[in-house]
Nanobody
Framework: QVRLVESGGGLVQAGGSLRLSCAAS????????MGWFRRAPGKEREFVAA????????YYADSVKGRFTISRDNARNTVYLQMNTLKPEDTAVYYC????????????????WGQGTQVTVSS
């Protein structure tokens, strides 16, 4: 089993920055790709970014491209999401997810999920 724990959420003003972390434990050798998703109030969960565990290939939603950066630290089994120039529409619960295959933008293709961390951007 794989356990994912997110941290780093909080309240920030528009234009500010936050860095989310996702620490993986357990059978981490089974993870091939990690992703970040978010769910805003009253909306469906949506893809934010993904990264291949080896090679570091990254993928981003158009809405965050140029503002968010996903990265990983293999030695620490941790994935990060650096969020800059935050906007009120970025307000959501952010989840990290892992899967035993290549990166995907589809949440139903991820097997492992964290509990989520709240990000609130005030205008």
């Amino acid at each position: 089993q794989v356990r994912l724990v997110e941290s780093g959420g909080g309240l920030v003003q528009a234009g500010g920055s936050l860095r989310l972390s996702c620490a993986a434990s357990g059978r981490t050798f089974s993870i091939v790709a990690m992703g970040w998703f978010r769910r805003a109030p009253g909306k469906e969960r949506e893809f934010v970014a993904a990264i291949a565990w080896s090679g570091g290939y990254t993928y981003y939603a158009d809405s965050v491209k140029g503002r968010f950066t996903i990265s990983r630290d293999n030695a620490r089994n941790t994935v990060y999401l650096q969020m800059n120039t935050l906007k009120p529409e970025d307000t959501a619960v952010y989840y990290c997810a892992g899967r035993p295959s290549g990166s995907s933008v589809y949440s139903d293709q991820y097997d492992y999920w964290g509990q989520g961390t709240q990000v609130t951007v005030s205008s």
